[in-house]
């Protein structure tokens, strides 16, 4: 085992090391296969033998006629491409082998409303070249500490981009590359969530966010990550209860030797204060309890409390592109439905995905007891979630609905929805359609004392 670069220290990286070994990196003849035979985030580049799943290509990297840059809502670049057919409860068993249980079970639920319009799959992702170059390096680099809790050699790029290993550890590398997968640099936007009750009121929660991703630094080296992967700020805006309130994380590498650091501010009492309760279920009181603390992002935090399998890559239909959706002007009343979105304004097509399974070790608590997860081969990004109760019934569904962000360039979500089927009531975050402007980007790499908590109060405001 090589020696660990940069992210912990001393004594305490020994308790983590301890507890397993990390294994070796794939050979450098095998990462020669990046931009051959696979993409430069190792994808298989060839299509289907079906050809309902095209070649990579290179993806999306230039913006449509008429976008001004960052911070515009985009424009959606096939706006030609119509519905194929659509998928609803009556046609549901053609489809079967190509539908997670999640997305059967909201068809069964709702089949009076809920129903996937299925269009040409287009492989959009893309990346820059540096962190392409990245991803090579890491493919030859980069490890997992311990049971998971940590990763060594990596930075810049995803992790682990050819798996390898046996399926635990296979299951460990999609989820680090899902943690870790590109985003930019930094981004910033104002955008709502809401929770849907199942007569479809809802009122919005809007705040503005801010997130530097410190593994992305084109600054700095592994060497300087310092435990945080990303910082991340919220100052919530409306309703008028709850605004002035402001909230920041330091999201760590290893979470189970050094928890994620958290702050509030609360505007009534004008203190910042740390944060305990950030992870695993918490529960999160913006989202009516629909969410935990590691749902969101879709999944995030320490994989500890899991036993973890890899189940393999399949094709399945799953959110992808979505630009309608996000499209400025779109009224939130046009996208969100009584039960779940307005599908009409959603779209899915038919690509590779890293199916990984998560159950509960013994002993451990969470309020889920086993959880499936269907990663993007192309990005990482996790887009579909089935998530059961301690009796093992499905429980929620989370999804993720990407596209490419054609400025950075990379696939990343525009909303993501969490789905209760036993309380019928639903909860989204990232609404921004009625808002000037979308996520803006930049290359910007702020001080670190612009995420510490001496500058929490002095920059909320009421």
């Not at 079967?96 to 269009?119: C, H, Q, W």
Request: without cysteine; positive net charge; glycine residues 8%.
């Amino acid at each position: 085992m090589k020696k660990n670069k940069s992210l912990l220290l001393g004594g305490l990286l020994a308790l983590s090391v301890s507890a397993a070994p990390s294994f070796a990196a794939v050979p450098a003849s095998e990462a020669a296969r990046l931009g051959q035979d696979l993409t430069p985030f190792g994808s298989v580049k060839a299509g289907n033998a079906a050809g309902t799943i095209p070649p990579w290509t290179g993806g999306l990297t230039k913006a449509p006629a008429g976008y001004k840059g960052t911070g515009q809502h985009h424009i959606n670049p096939f706006p030609d491409d119509k519905v194929l057919f659509t998928i609803t409860s009556g046609n549901a068993s053609q489809y079967d082998k190509n539908l997670s249980d999640g997305v059967r079970a909201l068809l069964e639920t709702y089949p009076a409303s809920f129903r996937i319009p299925v269009y040409l799959s287009r492989r959009t992702h893309a990346v820059p070249d540096w962190v392409a170059e990245n991803t090579r390096k890491n493919a030859v680099n980069a490890e997992i500490v311990g049971q998971a809790e940590g990763l060594d050699g990596a930075y810049g790029g995803y992790p682990f981009p050819i798996l390898h290993g046996n399926d635990e550890q296979k299951a460990w590398q999609v989820m680090w590359n899902h943690l870790t997968r590109w985003r930019g640099v930094n981004v910033t936007r104002r955008s709502s969530e809401v929770a849907v009750q199942a007569n479809g009121d809802y009122s919005l929660v809007t705040s503005q966010q801010e997130a530097f991703f410190n593994f992305y630094n084109p600054e700095g080296k592994e060497k300087d990550l310092d435990n945080v992967i990303f910082y991340y700020l919220s100052f919530t805006q409306s309703p008028p209860r709850l605004a002035g309130g402001a909230i920041l994380i330091h999201e760590t590498l290893n979470q189970i030797i050094n928890p994620r650091n958290g702050w509030g501010y609360n505007a009534g009492q004008r203190r910042v204060r740390r944060a305990p309760n950030l992870g695993y279920d918490s529960p999160i009181a913006a989202a009516d309890n629909l969410r935990t603390a590691d749902d969101t992002d879709i999944f995030n935090g320490a994989m500890d409390r899991y036993n973890w399998n890899y189940k393999g890559l399949q094709e399945m239909y799953i959110p992808y592109n979505n630009y309608r959706i996000g499209e400025k002007g779109t009224k939130y009343s046009e996208i969100l439905g009584v039960s779940h979105l307005n599908p009409d304004l959603t779209r899915w097509e038919l690509h590779r995905v890293h199916v990984v399974e998560a159950k509960l070790k013994k002993g451990e608590r969470h309020i889920y007891g086993k959880r499936v997860f269907y990663v993007d081969a192309d990005s990482w990004n996790t887009v579909l979630v089935d998530q059961y109760d301690g009796r093992g019934e499905l429980w929620r569904v989370s999804m993720g609905l990407p596209k490419n962000y054609y400025e950075l360039p990379g696939v990343w979500t525009v909303l993501d929805v969490y789905h209760d089927l036993q309380a019928r009531r639903y909860h989204v975050l990232g609404l921004d359609t009625e808002e000037p402007g979308t996520r803006s980007f930049s290359a910007d790499v702020p001080s670190k004392r612009y995420f510490s908590p001496a500058s929490l109060r002095r920059r909320s405001v009421r």
